[in-house]
């Protein structure tokens, strides 16, 4: 059973940065085949639907972004730990939202419904 667990959330000002962490437990890109092997971050802010931010493919570490955060978010990953990354730097407020961890997905697009496996979620605040 594979279960994600995100860290490092907290509260921030405009055009601060936090670190995400996701320890995805139980999962072992090797033991996927190659179809599972993607990981990503989703929010959802309080009344809207959840989005993608960014996955990665973990075993050749292609990223992809929504296109919200390209240039100010870095997802990047630890194999060794089996853990994801989520960099958020120059924050927004709009970026406030609970954050989740996915992992196991059949692709790397940014759609929820890609991804069985999911964290319990970490909160994102940025304050004007």
């Known amino acids: 059973q594979v279960q994600p667990v995100e860290s490092g959330g907290g509260s921030v000002q405009l055009g601060g940065s936090l670190r995400l962490s996701c320890a995805a437990y139980g999962y072992t890109a090797s033991e996927y085949p190659a179809t599972g092997n993607c990981m990503g971050w989703f929010r959802q802010a309080p009344g809207k639907e959840r989005e993608g931010v960014a996955s990665?493919?973990?075993?050749?570490?292609?990223?992809y972004y929504a296109h919200s955060v390209k240039g100010r978010f870095t997802i990047s990953q630890e194999n060794a730990k089996n853990t994801v990354y989520l960099q958020m730097s120059s924050l927004k407020p709009e970026d406030t939202a609970m954050y989740y961890c996915?992992?196991?997905?059949?692709?790397?697009?940014?759609?929820?419904?890609?991804?069985?496996?999911w964290g319990q979620g970490t909160q994102v605040t940025v304050s004007s």
């Open positions: 990665i493919y973990t075993l050749d570490g292609n990223t």
């Open positions: 996915a992992a196991g997905g059949s692709s790397c697009t940014l759609r929820v419904s890609e991804y069985p496996y």
